[in-house]
């Protein structure tokens, strides 16, 4: 069975973390948090930021319903649905899922609360191939839940179908007061964030809830239940992450089990730990990979300044054996391109100080990881030692965390990762990496004029355009076939309709009607005729005039 594409699949976490008659539940809001930061992922899933909808303390039916709805629309791949809150158990013994508003008064409840069978004709009436429900549900004064047998069962009874429950029927689901995550999802976050040792390259959602049911025995919590229909539970729905750290993990972003403030004694322990890699050099990571994965700084150049959460770092380079500046330093030296590539990727770099650094901020003695910086900028100046060098500003990112943007709603504290993430307009993203790969088969010239934004090191960098939009209402896929690697120029008028490409590739200037170039393919790319047509179709003009304008 293959694992189910992004995509093409969609996410809705739905949460009530505050109550007017019932206790709230602080620990819901970081369930939802942690679960969307874990899900878009690249070495996860890779879901993109919008097609994960945070749905928190919905006033209504509707407003807990109708985004469920969209993403029913939309998912064809994989629709998965999350719920934590209060449960209250209506006067039949159906289950009801928590608003603001839900009482314990099974009187009121029916009405104040959503009927999970509601949720459920929701949930299947989707053409996903595969729908998952994931039910944390709480119930009385310190978050006790419970489910009803017969309706959670009900909803397996379709092809495809999987549900996993946070406690039996009519047993608790607990909420341990202080506690960061609710019992059953705390399960779910480490396993989403450390996998399962000696599992596969992909976990299936039998081995998910598997090893979740087995380290809630060993903790004596209550035992969650689950059921699928048609080998559903055979779906490899997530990378395993424990796999990956098997073989060579990812240089980017905080290394599993290394905490901020960790001291090594040695280059030698922080390149085991793979913190940085290099036993000498002090810059580790590739220009072409994406940038530097980390840096150390230990006192090595006299023109470093480390101000703390900034730090003014200088290039690799042009140094004898006694650390004398001695020559200029050169952009294209691999060091110094990794670090010019981290501006425009905005990966982030891990930071090591050393015991030779500023007295402020280094440790007395070896090494300490002193957490995640970006590089914003860099340029060229003399040093001390009357050399041209190279310098970078970098700026320290939030403890424990990627880069991050807020989210679109005030009152949500999820974050998106900007290494992997870019934003292209409110809460709509594009995957900067996929970009990257078309950029990479034009060599980052322009398909339109051939153009190419060059450094002074030789290193190359481009824009791209997407031909739908993936904003409202476009809402477009971000894939490769509905990319073009342009120049800002092209792109300018590629958004504002001055350009556009027919089938045959002429690109068109639409004041004129005249053809004005081809566009330039890659056998690496290829550019999906259909989104040529949909941007087309947004600017020429009905008829248009001769024979470029079908």
Known sequence: MSSPDPQKSRAVLIGTSRY???????????????????????????????????????????????????????????LLVYYAGHGVISRSSDLLLGLPETDDDPSRSIYTAVPYNLL????????????????????????????????????????????????????????PEGAQFTAFTAELVELIQQGIEDAGRHLTLDEIFSDIRQSMSRKNLPQPWCRDHNDAGALPLLKNRAAVKAGPPPGYGEIP??????????????????????????????????????????????????????IIYTGHGG??????????????????????????????????????????????????????????EYWTTEGQDGFRII????????????????????????????????????????????????????????????????????????PTFHLQSLARPHKGPDIPENILCVCLTHRAELELGVITIDDDLSVINENEGIPIATL???????????????????????????PHHP
């Open 20 to 78: 007017q008659h019932l206790p709230n539940l602080e620990a819901v809001t970081n369930n939802l948090v942690a679960l969307q930061q874990g899900l878009c992922q690249e070495d996860v899933w890779g879901l993109a930021p919008q097609h994960v909808q945070i749905v928190e303390n919905p006033i209504s039916q509707s407003k807990m319903l109708d985004p469920l709805h969209e993403s029913a629309e939309e998912a064809q791949s994989v």
């Open 120 to 175: 459920r004709s929701v949930l299947m009436g989707s053409r996903a191939q595969y729908r998952i429900l994931i039910l944390d549900c709480c119930f009385s004064g310190r978050a006790v839940g419970a489910m009803g047998t017969s309706n959670v069962a009900a909803a397996a009874e379709t092809d495809g179908a999987y549900i996993m429950a946070s406690a039996p029927p009519n047993k608790a689901s607990l909420a």
């Open 257 to 310: 089990g290394v905490e901020e403030g960790d001291i090594f004694a040695s280059r030698k322990e922080l390149s085991y730990q793979r913190v940085h890699r290099p036993l000498q050099a002090g810059i580790c990571g590739r220009h072409a990979a994406g940038g530097a994965e980390s840096i150390v700084v230990s006192g090595g150049y006299s023109d470093d300044h480390d101000l703390g959460d900034v």
């Open 319 to 376: 140094q004898d054996d006694r650390g004398r500046q001695v020559r200029p330093q050169d952009p294209s030296d691999p060091g110094n391109a990794a670090l010019m590539a981290n501006i425009t990727t905005r990966y982030p770099v891990r930071v090591i100080r050393g015991a030779g650094g500023d007295r402020d901020y280094s440790p007395a003695e070896g090494f300490r990881y002193d957490g995640l910086y970006s590089v914003e």
């Open 391 to 462: 310098q970078f500003r970098l700026e320290k990112l939030p403890q424990g965390e990627q880069p991050v943007v807020p989210s679109s709603s005030m009152d949500r504290r999820a974050g998106i990762n900007l290494s992997h993430w870019e934003p292209v307009s409110a809460g709509i993203y594009m995957n900067r990496r996929l970009a990257e790969k078309v950029k990479q088969a034009h060599d980052y010239e322009c398909q339109i004029c051939g153009y190419s934004i060059q450094t002074p090191a030789g290193f190359r960098f481009s």
């Open 520 to 546: 330039s393919l890659s056998p690496k790319h290829r550019v999906g005729r259909q989104y040529l047509r949909y941007h087309r179709g947004l600017y020429r003009r009905q008829g248009g005039t001769g």
